[in-house]
């Protein structure tokens, strides 16, 4: 596993898309949150990365932060203030992705295999976090 010095190098040398290949983003994500779940090295420093990844659309890199940042999420729901500030990572990381695919594929816009499962992920994972237009969204869908 990458030390958290190595980790935090990684956030300010790019975690995106043109930052490094997909395999590597998603072996740091895992991993960052696998330490911070063991001890191993603090939470901010995943949060970090998880921020850093802000508009991948690469399926395993959107399914590994959905599955970290949920699971984080829970486990602090009971304490208002950190559960606060984590749904503002979620919002922050997860909205030009929800922007950019919305709650229906485009028409005319060839869509790959996996944006279905993807554009579902973050629909829900943005209703968890209270994004303001998902929940007004899921309003207006529901009374229509």
Same mark, same amino acid.
């Given at each position: 596993?990458?030390?958290?010095?190595?980790?935090?190098?990684?956030?300010?040398?790019?975690?995106?898309?043109?930052?490094?290949?997909?395999?590597?983003?998603?072996?740091?994500?895992?991993?960052?949150?696998?330490? *911070?779940? $063991? &001890?191993?090295?603090?939470?901010?420093?995943?949060?970090?990365?998880?921020?850093?990844?802000? +508009?991948?659309? !690469?399926?395993?890199?959107?399914?590994?932060?959905?599955?970290?940042?949920?699971?984080?999420?829970?486990?602090?729901?009971?304490?208002?203030?950190?559960?606060?500030?984590?749904?503002?990572?979620?919002?922050?990381?997860?909205a030009p992705l929800?922007?950019?695919?919305?709650?229906? *594929?485009? $028409? &005319?816009?060839?869509?790959?295999?996996?944006?279905?499962?993807?554009?579902?992920?973050?629909? +829900?994972?943005? !209703?968890?976090?209270?994004?303001?237009?998902?929940?007004?969204?899921?309003?207006?869908?529901?009374?229509?």
């Amino acid at each position: 596993c990458p030390s958290s010095t190595l980790l935090k190098q990684v956030i300010s040398n790019g975690m995106g898309p043109k930052g490094m290949g997909e395999i590597n983003r998603l072996g740091h994500l895992s991993d960052a949150f696998a330490m *911070a779940g $063991a &001890g191993l090295s603090d939470l901010g420093t995943a949060l970090d990365l998880a921020r850093a990844s802000k +508009g991948d659309d !690469a399926y395993p890199v959107v399914m590994e932060l959905a599955d970290n940042l949920a699971s984080v999420c829970k486990r602090y729901k009971n304490d208002k203030h950190i559960y606060t500030g984590l749904q503002a990572i979620v919002q922050e990381t997860f909205a030009p992705l929800y922007e950019e695919m919305g709650w229906e *594929a485009k $028409a &005319g816009r060839e869509e790959r295999v996996s944006d279905a499962t993807i554009r579902q992920v973050v629909i +829900g994972l943005m !209703a968890m976090a209270e994004y303001a237009p998902v929940i007004d969204e899921a309003k207006k869908r529901f009374n229509n």
